[in-house]
């Protein structure tokens, strides 16, 4: 459990699900980006290692800052 003031990554393992009777998902690796009250901001798809989930973060968290928004009217403050 965090228990800081910031925000943070959180690099987890999904459990393992039963789709069909021998159909399974899950076990993947995944991220998700939490405020500092706890609320789940952000989240990625399933990465097949947790050393490529750690690098998608990286690379997230090096380009986040430049990145423009595409496809909405929306504008950056």
């Known amino acids: 459990m965090h228990t ?43 990465f097949r290692t947790e050393s490529e989930c750690v690098a998608a973060v990286d690379a997230l968290r090096r380009s986040a800052g430049t990145a423009r928004v595409r496809g909405t009217s929306a504008r950056p403050s």
């Open 4 to 46: 800081g003031n910031e925000a943070w990554f959180e690099i987890y393992r999904a459990e393992r699900v039963k789709l069909t009777s021998i159909l399974f998902s899950g076990e993947d690796w995944r991220w998700r980006f939490c405020s500092s009250a706890g609320l789940i901001i952000a989240s990625g798809t399933g």
